[in-house]
């Protein structure tokens, strides 16, 4: 099945709020929950909604889609794409719901009789981290490595993560039994009722720790900084995102940890514009230059090079440098430099220049001169408008 958007999955806006979320999802779960809907493909819907509901009321797991889309949020779920283990919030349903709404737990139906049942899972995944790199355009067109300092968590090395002090163990929780999880049954006139709460004493991780490690106080995680070297590929630009596996918080309990986000920002640039692959360059000229054509060196990112200026160049006339630009990141092509070049009118004549421009505008059959050149387009203009 192809994915949707969660937030057209619940049929809500993208700013709905934690109560609208909750309105959503209980109104669905009214519509496609297997004990009460026979539609065709109604369990399919129910997982899928209850995948985007398990997104969108953490506030982290609904951080991370939004940034990084469905496979941002993939990353939160086991191995394979989401399963009814992935599913945490599961205590929310009796708030949802009501106590006896489908008449037994609503994870009785997929899972054997609650999150203690069919399917098992290891230690959490630890959470996803974020790092905005900011870099120079030169950096960005060539590639680079560079060394990042990490705020993370990490296992605690004294427990080894498992939160219990060195030479003890954590036990299983004799409330649950192991299960992390509260099964209560009551009997009614319309028939036996179960419901399923998250376990109160070991809070569901089905294990209490009676002597907790004094570094991490039973957390099994410390903070600490990590430096990390990484590797910008050639062609980055401003929001590229580079995922580095592995390098994100550490899970409780011994878990695995999570990603590494690096998000590239990079700086303007003072002289050269970037659209896409190619670089933006503005030149000023002189008229003679422009006039009788002349050599120009312009700056690259590289250093410098020699543009050759035809005789007869117009203002805003654009030359090409070809391969002087940035590397696709895609297809390892390279985009141009383009100059587009801007012929300057001084702004004050010695006499010499003015007496040389009299002779010039002369030579074009102006006799009179610059002010015989004026009154000469003022007459062409009165012709035209005849």
């Known amino acids: 099945m192809t994915k949707r958007d969660y937030y057209e999955v619940l049929g809500i806006s993208r700013d709905a709020g934690e109560e609208d979320i909750k309105k959503a999802y209980r109104r669905l779960a009214k519509q496609y929950h297997p004990d009460v809907s026979t539609a065709s493909g109604a369990e399919e819907k129910f997982k899928e909604m209850s995948e985007a509901y398990e997104v969108l009321i953490d506030p982290q797991k609904r951080a991370t889609y939004d940034r990084y889309g469905l496979e941002g949020a993939q990353s939160t779920f086991s191995e394979g794409g989401f399963k009814w283990s992935d599913f945490t919030h599961y205590s929310d349903i009796q708030d949802i719901f009501g106590r006896d709404f489908f008449g037994r737990d609503i994870f009785d139906v997929f899972m054997g009789g609650g999150r203690g049942g069919g399917e098992t899972t290891g ?29 993370r968590s990490e ?10 002090k060195p030479g003890t163990q954590s036990k299983p929780c004799q409330a649950c039994r192991g299960s992390g ?25 089905g294990n209490v720790i009676e002597n ?17 070297s990484v590797k910008i590929p050639a062609g980055v630009d401003t929001d590229s995102r580079l995922r580095v596996p592995k390098e994100g918080d550490a899970g409780p309990k011994g878990g695995p940890h999570g990603d590494l ?18 670089l933006f360059l503005e030149a000023p000229i002189k008229f003679a230059q422009a006039a009788l054509g002349s050599e120009l060196e312009v700056p690259t990112l590289k ?31 390279v985009g141009d430099e383009r100059v587009r070049v801007r ?11 003015k007496e040389l421009l009299n002779e010039y505008a002369a030579l074009e059959g102006k006799t009179e001169g610059v002010g015989g050149l004026i009154g000469k387009v003022v007459d062409d203009v009165k012709e035209k408008l005849k």
């Open 123 to 151: 230690p959490a995944r630890g959470n996803d981290l974020r790092y905005d790199l900011y870099i120079n355009l030169e950096d960005a067109q060539k590639g680079m490595k560079t060394e990042i300092s990490i705020p």
């Open 155 to 164: 296992a605690c090395g004294e427990c080894r993560g498992s939160g219990a």
């Open 181 to 205: 999880q509260e099964r209560r049954e009551r009997s009614t006139p319309f028939g036996r009722f179960i419901t399923v709460t998250t376990c109160s004493k070991c809070r569901g991780e």
């Open 212 to 228: 907790p490690c004094k570094n991490c106080t039973g957390t099994g995680r410390t903070r600490t900084t990590r430096k990390i």
């Open 261 to 278: 986000y690096i998000v590239i920002h990079v700086n303007p640039h003072k002289v050269f514009k970037r659209e896409g692959n190619d």
């Open 303 to 333: 250093g410098k090079a020699i543009l050759k200026i035809p005789a007869g160049t117009q203002t805003g006339t654009v030359f090409k440098l070809k391969g002087e630009g940035m590397p696709s990141l895609e297809t390892r092509e």
């Open 343 to 353: 012929i300057e009118t001084p702004k004050s004549l010695t006499k010499k220049q």
